[in-house]
Structures are given as C-alpha cells and as structure tokens.
C-alpha cells in the first residue's frame, strides 16, 4: 500500500522522535480513538484551522478554558497590553489583587486565594493544606474523578472496598497510593464505609462536584449534601475540584448551582483564559496556613504572572448572566438535536449534558460512576470520532472526556453539528 502520507502522519512521525509520544499531555496522542492526532495551527471563536488549512467547529476548547470561544479579542488585546509591560517580575503586583478579589466575588465559598500555575498543582496544594489543617493523612478520591497528575491522585481502588489505593502509574510509590482512598461517586454509604473504616485519619474528601473526567456524569439528587453533611459531622475537609467547573457552570461554579459550601476549592482551565494559571481558595482559617501567611509551604516562580491573570482576569470580568443564557441555549439545541438522532437511528446511547458540558456516551446504561462509563463501546465511539472528525467537528479523541460549548458556537454551527452526528452515527453501527 503506498498511500501518500498526511501532513500530519509526517508531523507525528518527527514528533514521536522529540517528544515522548508525540505530544506534551497523553490525551493529545489519540489514544483512545487510534490514527493519527491533528495538528493544529490557528483558531478563532468556534473554528480551529489545523496544519493543511482544513476547518473544524471545535468542541474541546483548550479541553475547558475557551468559554469565550479561542482568541478573543478583548482576552488577546488585555495579553498584548500586558506583554508590552514585560512578561514576569517576579513580585508583587496590583492585578494579583483584583483577580483575588474577583474570584472571591464570584465563588460563594472562597474567602482567599492562592494563585499558581495549572490545576494539578493547585490539587496538589490544596491537600498539603488539608493535611496541615487537620493533622491527618488520608484523603478519599472518586473512581473516575481527575484531579491533575500529582502522585496522591494517580490511584486506584485496592483489593477491597476499604482497602488502601494503589498506583496507577509506575513511579508512584505504594506508600504514596496507601494514602488514598477511593469511593463511588454518587454511592455516599461508600464514604460512609470508608470514613467508618479509618477513623479519625481521613483529612478530606475531593469531588469534581459534576464529574467531567470521565465523561460528564452529575451528581444524583442529595448526593453533594449527603458528602457535606458527613464530612463535617466528621472534621473531614470537603475539597471541591472545580478545575474544570469553575466559572462555566456558573459565575460561582457547581458549588453555586448546588448550593453547596466546600471548604477549599481549586480553579484552572477558564480562570487562565487560555494561559497556564490554577488556583486554590477557601475558608479563611485554612488558607491563613499557607506560607508566608502561615507554615505549610508553597511557591512558584511564575505564579501570578501577568500575562496568565490579564487573560484570566479579563474573561472573568465578561461573563454575565446573558453567557450563561446563551450556553444554555446553545447547549440545549445541541442536545435536543443528538437525542432526536438516536431516536431516529434506534440507538440507545445515552446523551448526559449540564449547562455547557456534555458527552454521547455509547452505553445502553445511565452513566452514574466511573463503573457505569466503563460500559461504553469504544470501539463504536472510535468509529463515531473518526466520522465527525473528517465532517470537520473537533471532538475530544476520548470516550471520557466532556465536549464543552462555548459563546462563540452560533446556531448555524449547532445545526451542522447535528446534521454530521446523524451521519456519523448512522456510519458507525455497533
Ligand atoms: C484539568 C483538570 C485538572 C488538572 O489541571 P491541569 O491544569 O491540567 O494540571 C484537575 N482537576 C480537574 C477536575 C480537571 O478537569
């Protein structure tokens, strides 16, 4: 067979000697779909260009950042401004300030905030922190739920449903992993369970308040003010990761449209505006530990930096309520389109959506836990992927990721959509 080979076969092929894999974060590579990943070059509002000029409507947006859609104006025009000041100082500065007091306008929860570089490390941050706090050791994570690359997140269930986690990843020590301990997401007698097991040892519990790791799946009635209740009845910290829910389901996050007050919370992905930029808030008492404030360390050289909060800062001061509205919208079209295209196709995979995350599962199930995603058929899915991609829609390569709607998808864009799942779908019977 000697087909010519892509711009992106060619890419991917120079790539795979440099970088390991091809790519600087695994997810990238295509993995979970097979061929080759697309380069991109450009993007603008909904549409992302790749490397031979061909145009897609794009649902991954930065895998979250781009509420206000790839390279707003307002957002590019606050980086330029900035940059024209110089790009890092390493010191204080004012707008460090108003991004703090913006942030704690916004989420109900947050009363100071600490600003660092992505979302692992401000997970990562935030359970050094809890730990200190409490003065206990053991943290109590979801299957299924993400939360950045740190050692004490990259774990799964042990042998039993109390037993200790262990390593997902090669490198993360046994003893790391005894640490944490994993629950079922919307399953609260699971946390009972094991708060009930290690008594007094567990010094916090960590949620995606909406899970949107692995797939989109919302919590059931009850379930995020069961993990509060007992938590507290416990003097367990409740952390939620709002990484990737944080400012799009509501100015306020999950934690506003739940009603739910954690007792610290980590941010990234919108809070950057498409710049590297994470950030850990919370109750007073607790964030007052943090170094220089309090003892439990904590630093970086580029934390703050200018460009990251000029971007950050600007596209949090332009959403308002009409974004939401307009999401909604948007998002809600799109849904009502895919679900009457199962319905005319017979196909009984399951659309699950909140506000502007989304995902097609392709299981015949409710997705309600980590366990329940693990049904789909991916192989289905790869072929569903591959249809849309060539139909010039931009998915995440992956079963388990969320497609995300930003301001920038016109109707029209959703209508199109809608017209390539049919297609798609009907392509790719399992
Ligand atoms: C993306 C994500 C992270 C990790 O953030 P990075 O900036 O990629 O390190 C952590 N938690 C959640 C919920 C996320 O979606």
Redesign the pocket.
């Known amino acids: 067979m000697s087909q010519s080979r892509t711009r992106h076969e060619e890419l991917m092929e120079q790539a795979r000697s440099l970088i390991p894999g091809g790519v600087n974060s695994p997810v990238r590579a295509f993995g979970g779909v097979g061929g080759t990943p697309v380069f991109m070059e450009r993007a603008q509002g909904a549409y992302l260009w790749d490397v031979t000029g061909k145009q897609y409507i794009d649902y991954v947006g930065s895998?979250?950042p781009c509420i206000l859609g790839h390279a707003t104006e307002k957002v590019i025009n606050a980086i330029k401004a900035a940059a024209d000041k110089g790009t890092s100082f390493g010191t204080a500065t004012a707008a460090e300030i108003d991004m703090a007091r913006r942030v704690i306008e916004l989420v109900p929860s947050i009363k100071m905030l600490r600003l660092v570089n992505?979302?692992?490390?401000a997970?990562m941050s935030a359970l050094r922190l809890a730990r200190a706090f409490t003065g206990r050791d053991k943290v109590i994570k979801f299957a299924g739920c993400?939360?950045?690359?740190g050692d004490s997140f990259l774990v799964k269930a042990g042998s039993g449903a109390t037993t200790l986690g262990t390593p997902t990843s090669p490198g993360v020590t046994p003893a790391t992993a005894s640490d944490t301990l994993i629950a079922e997401f919307n399953d609260i007698n699971s946390v009972k369970e094991l708060i009930k097991a290690w008594p007094d040892t567990i010094t916090a519990v960590i949620v995606?308040p909406v899970v949107?790791?692995a797939g989109v799946i919302p919590p059931v009635d009850g379930f995020l003010s069961q993990l509060r209740e007992v938590t507290s009845e416990h003097d367990i910290l409740l952390i939620f990761?709002e990484?990737?829910t944080g400012f799009r389901l509501s100015p306020g996050g999950a934690q506003q449209l739940y009603q739910i007050m954690p007792d610290l919370t980590?941010l990234?992905?919108i809070i950057g505006g498409g710049l590297p930029i994470?950030a850990l808030g919370g109750r007073r008492d607790i964030m007052q530990m943090l170094a220089p404030a309090g003892r439990v360390y904590q630093a970086g050289t580029l934390s703050g930096n200018p460009l990251a909060v000029a971007a950050g800062l600007t596209t949090l001061n332009e959403l308002c309520p009409a974004t939401y509205d307009l999401l909604e919208k948007r998002a809600a079209q799109l849904e009502a389109g895919i679900r009457a295209n199962l319905e005319k196709l017979s196909l009984p995979y399951r659309f699950q959506r909140i506000g502007s995350m989304a995902c097609l599962f392709f299981t015949n199930r409710p997705v309600r836990n980590y366990n329940d995603a693990l049904s789909c058929d991916t192989d289905s899915f790869a072929r569903y992927y591959h249809a849309m991609l060539s139909n010039g829609i931009y998915l995440p390569p992956s079963q388990f990721e969320a497609f995300f709607i930003s301001i920038t998808h016109s109707e029209e864009d959703i209508e199109k959509t809608i017209a390539a799942n049919y297609d798609a779908l009907k392509s790719c019977p399992s």
Do not use: A, C, L, R
């Open positions: 895998w979250g992505s979302g692992t490390e997970t993400y939360h950045g690359h995606e949107g790791n990761d990484v990737m980590t990234g992905k994470g």
